[in-house]
């Protein structure tokens, strides 16, 4: 499809954003640009052709299954955008409560963060919640900056993060960015073996970053052990929350022990992922951290009032312009307030019903190396059939074809050919069923037609692209 | 309950398939001791309950006011298309293009997209976005750590306050070193962050405008950075630059942006839009994703995530960033308000908000007492010093629902009496009257 620059017309007018097409006398010429800018010439009914073709040309929820392992890609209720899309929230300018006489002009604005912070802490058994991380990965940062201050603060000196090896690999980016050398642990059997952390655990480690359930969808049975070791040391314990659609309702992180929490706001409580985002990545703290977490905090007075504090003498600083991605969490302080403290154990309940229902389906047809009851994902391997020359990848580009979102592939890295599934409690066991049945189907293809799977897929605009291509030849821009 | 759809008879049904009896023998290895201590979240409500509650909070931010905020924020209006585009699901309940094939409307937008930055800001490579502008300039400076492996900074205080302060939360923990140079009442002090340059200096960090709406040529300045191997970094303001003098023609290594004005609304600080841009000799130090285009099997035209040997799935604790996604939704509306006003309309917004912030200045300054900070040229910003302190000023204004602008007292010690004022295309000549008469009478 050729590209909204191809497409352009030299002179066609847009839409103006206002009358009047002032002269550029106001800045001397030699600060003026030479030329155009080379952004398109279209109208507005080719812009919205334009954007509505690329449109079709994308899976998302709304319209095809997209069982992710670790991503959490469950329905994003249409409300929420209504909320989010309220004049008297977008129209606010996040300078405005900073100026004097002002917070009287954004109450409500206010309210939202500090009803959110408190609902955020009760979900997860945490002291304090900071809303400005922006995404995931940036409430990861953010967490270990925190780390960092918390050891400063009392004297210790501390140079290392311990990242399990079935973590994210955001959580070791995250560790070392922030200025920390990253010690990986071996998993056993699954989940982390308190002898091989004992081994790796000494003064100098500053804390510990793990994800419970795991990425493999198994629980961490060994957490309260964990805990003491970490203890010991002085070492934080460090929750990465990307999988707590896992356990809202079962298990606070708070009350085992984390003291440093992120969570991915888009999964856990439902708000669209856009393609890449934005996110929401807030992060909590039990008690000994909080005086450690980014400027401002939003505070209420006796008399009811909301203000921002920015007496915080101990804080690691700004780490956003503002106070995160209001527009994001608006929505999932909806989403929460719709659900209730019930409604979100029932999503728990049913996102990992749906994931050991579906573990159950396919564990004759493909090797399932950790085969036992496990959280809102598992981990399922194609070496079976890589032995006969189909692949992870073949098998995710056949259900393209099928209409779904593949699972996630080839990750974790410590099982091989992993296909990793994640159903979310969200939909229906019709199409629980439907995608077993497809992906069975595939399954029974790897002996009689494996073309059908290594050249899939056929029934979208493009097959298989050739990335190797793209990294040589570099076209990043629509240079004409 | 919202949004499962199993019925009883389902739930017996699969729990029946997996073999076990009930939903809770599913969280067994959840064990007594790690339940729980409390879990005191109220009762769900209804869709109609809920957006009753917000609609509620949402009047108590009073959004009609007049604003004359800005300061690096700023309020341009957006087409209707922006919305009706964006919000189709098919953008917006996708994920991350892993798999490119299911993919290509957001690929070919994100390249779409880096296509349109690079023009806007004469450069020759883009990523697909970042978080926002403060934590693009942050991966900026790391950038040209990495590629000079120096561990000084030169930075301009013109530069916006608000970055500087976050450049200091991000790099507290690490072995580096900030040289300032002061601005020169209100304008960048070019022949001083000149001086600053030495073989020791891994990056040098300026804004266009600057963060008092002053306009520079920073050509010299780069081409002496250039002399000592240090990476010159550029933060620009995406809708002027389609008039300004370019950070490519000025000779930028890096060139970054908040893109929020280019379609995104304000909306209480997020979410925003970090827009970087650089020269192809940096592009293997960029973070974050980064869409090539290539060919399928059959030859056809296709995009995909590339370059991605940098990233953090791969490098682990090596990777250039621990920027895992970006602000796709964000930057899909950047570039469909582009695409909306095209080439004509974004020029149109940007001189018709210079000629009214030209038109403010001179109301205000019509004031006894009242005179331009910023001096020489710039655009739809301006600073004037106000007789008094400017925190009062804004406060009692503000109270009638007018809100003057930013007081540069919360950031510069000195200009207590120094008000930072910004115009857009949405200024009518109707409020800059009023903003002037009301200016003059608080001021009597």
């Keep these: ?480 | 309950m919202p949004f499962v759809p199993h019925t009883e008879d389902e739930v017996r049904e699969m729990l029946a398939a997996i073999g076990v009896g009930s939903v809770e023998d599913l969280f067994a290895e959840i064990t007594q001791d790690m339940r729980p201590k409390s879990f005191d979240i109220p009762d769900g409500l209804s869709e109609m309950e809920v957006l009753s509650k917000l609609e509620g909070l949402a009047a108590k931010n009073a959004t009609n006011s007049v604003s004359f905020l800005g300061a690096g924020f700023y309020d341009h209006y957006i087409p209707a298309a922006v919305d009706a585009l964006t919000m189709r699901g098919e953008f917006y309940t996708a994920y991350t293009p892993y798999q490119p094939e299911a993919s290509q409307g957001t690929l070919q937008a994100i390249f779409e997209y880096q296509t349109a930055v690079t023009r806007l800001l004469g450069m020759e490579c883009a990523n697909a976005s970042v978080y926002d502008g403060g934590t693009a300039l942050y991966e900026a400076l790391m950038m040209a750590v990495r590629k000079t492996k120096r561990r000084k900074i030169v930075v301009s205080e013109a530069l916006n306050p608000i970055y500087r302060v976050m450049l200091g939360s991000y790099t507290s923990n690490l072995d580096l070193e900030f040289v300032t140079v002061p601005h020169k009442d209100g304008r960048t002090d070019v022949e001083g962050l000149k001086a600053a340059l030495d073989d020791s200096i891994a990056a040098v960090l300026v804004q266009n405008p600057n963060f008092f709406g002053s306009i520079n040529d920073f050509t010299e300045l780069f081409a002496a950075a250039a002399k000592v191997k240090a990476v010159s970094v550029v933060s620009a303001y995406p809708v002027l630059q389609a008039l300004l003098k370019t950070p490519g023609a000025m000779g930028a290594d890096i060139a970054v942006a908040e893109g929020q004005s280019l379609g995104l609304p304000l909306s209480f600080g997020g979410p925003y839009l970090g827009i970087m841009t650089c020269t192809k000799a940096m592009i293997r130090q960029m973070p974050g994703r980064i869409v090539g285009r290539t060919t399928d099997t059959e030859g056809r035209t296709g995009y995909v995530l590339t370059l991605q040997a940098r990233e953090q799935h791969i490098r682990r604790q090596k990777a250039t960033s621990n920027i895992c996604s970006n602000q796709s939704l964000c930057a899909l509306r950047a570039l469909v308000h582009m695409c909306a006003l095209g080439e004509l309309g974004i020029k149109r917004a940007a001189r018709v908000s210079v000629e009214r912030a030209h038109i403010c200045a001179e109301r205000l300054t019509s004031i006894p007492g009242v005179d331009m900070l910023t001096k020489g040229a710039f655009g739809n910003e301006f600073a004037v010093t106000l007789p008094v302190n400017a925190f009062e000023v804004i406060a009692k204004l503000t109270e009638r629902g007018f809100v003057p602008g930013f007081p540069l007292g919360r950031y510069f010690d000195g200009l207590e009496n120094g008000l930072l004022v910004a115009c857009t295309e949405k200024t009518s000549e109707e409020q800059i009257g009023i903003f002037a008469e009301m200016l003059r009478g608080a001021l009597k």
């Design chain 1, 1 to 480: 499809m050729k590209t909204i620059f191809e497409k352009s017309v030299a002179g066609r007018e847009g839409c103006w954003p206002c009358e009047g097409m002032a002269e550029e006398a106001y800045i001397p010429k030699e600060l003026l640009r030479d030329g155009d800018v080379g952004l398109p010439s279209a109208s507005e009914l080719d812009v919205v052709r334009h954007f509505t073709r690329l449109s079709q040309r994308n899976f998302g929820v709304d319209g095809n299954f997209y069982p992710l392992g670790s991503c959490t890609m469950k329905y994003n209720p249409k409300f929420t955008e209504v909320v989010a899309a309220m004049p008297g929230f977008t129209r606010l300018h996040p300078v405005l409560p900073q100026l004097r006489g002002a917070g009287g002009l954004c109450q409500g604005a206010l309210e939202v963060m500090y009803e959110t912070e408190s609902l955020l802490c009760e979900i997860t058994g945490m002291s304090a919640f900071t809303l400005h991380p922006m995404a995931g990965a940036h409430g990861e940062l953010t967490g270990v900056m925190l780390m960092a201050a918390y050891h400063k603060d009392r004297g210790n000196k501390k140079t290392k993060v311990i990242v399990p090896d079935s973590a994210h690999g955001t959580n070791p980016a995250s560790a070392a960015i922030a200025g920390f050398d990253v010690v990986s642990v071996e998993s056993k059997d699954g989940i982390v073996d308190p002898a091989a952390l004992a081994e790796v655990l000494d003064d100098e480690v500053a804390g510990m970053m793990m994800t419970c359930p795991n990425t493999l969808g198994l629980f961490e049975k060994n957490l309260p052990e964990i805990v003491k070791m970490l203890r010991k040391v002085d070492a934080l314990l460090y929750y990465d929350g990307a999988n707590l659609n896992a356990i809202m309702g079962k298990m606070r992180v708070g009350d085992v022990g984390f003291d440093i929490v992120h969570l991915n706001l888009h999964k856990t409580f439902a708000t669209p992922h856009g393609g890449g985002g934005p996110g929401s990545g807030p992060v909590g703290v039990s008690e000994k951290v909080a005086p450690f977490l980014p400027i401002s905090r939003v505070a209420k007075r006796e008399d009811g009032r909301y203000f921002l504090d920015y007496d915080q003498p101990k804080s690691i600083g700004y780490v956003a312009p503002f106070y995160g991605n209001f527009g994001v969490y608006l929505k999932a302080y909806a989403y929460i307030l719709r659900l209730g403290g019930k409604g979100l154990t029932r999503a728990t309940e049913n996102a990992v019903l749906a994931a050991n229902y579906m573990r159950k389906r396919l564990c004759d047809h493909f090797e399932v190396p950790y085969n036992r009851i496990c959280m809102h994902e598992f981990v399922a391997s194609a070496s079976e059939q890589a032995k006969k020359g189909v692949h992870a990848l073949d098998f995710a580009k056949g259900l393209l074809d099928k209409g779904y979102h593949a699972p996630t592939v080839y990750f974790p890295l410590i099982v091989p050919e992993a296909i990793m599934i994640e159903p979310t409690e969200t939909e229906n066991k019709e199409t629980l069923d439907q995608f077993c049945d497809d992906l069975i189907e595939l399954a029974g293809l790897v002996d009689s037609n494996p073309e059908a799977l290594t050249s899939a897929p056929v029934t979208l605009p493009v097959t298989r692209l050739d990335e190797t291509k793209a990294a040589r030849s570099m076209e990043l821009t629509d240079d004409l």
